[in-house]
């Protein structure tokens, strides 16, 4: 496993730096690092909410992954969302996502 460095945008604008580990969720990040408080993960994973809603900076966002039809319905609910929307949860890192950004929007809802 190797380390993968990424970047959030907070929903107050901040900005923080951060590494996990290939293969590791972002939902998983959020128990390493308190930084990612206001990222939340209501449903834990089970594709049932959108409060993990991350929005991925255009050139990393076809690294994410595929999207299942269930994300894509759950998006569908999404606050803000953007062309480049992910739900948190589903995105595992990869060496690909080295260097990427996730912005929080101002507001996830359940
Ligand atoms: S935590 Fe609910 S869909 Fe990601």
Redesign the pocket.
Known sequence: MSTVNIEFVLSDGSTVSLSGEEGETL?NLKFKYPELANL?????????????HVIVDEPHFPMTGGISDD?ND?LDLAYGLSKTSR????VRLTQQLEGAVFTIPRKNRS
């Open positions: 939902l939340e993960f209501a449903c834990e994973g089970a594709i049932a909410c959108t409060t993990c994300e759950m739900l948190g949860c589903q």
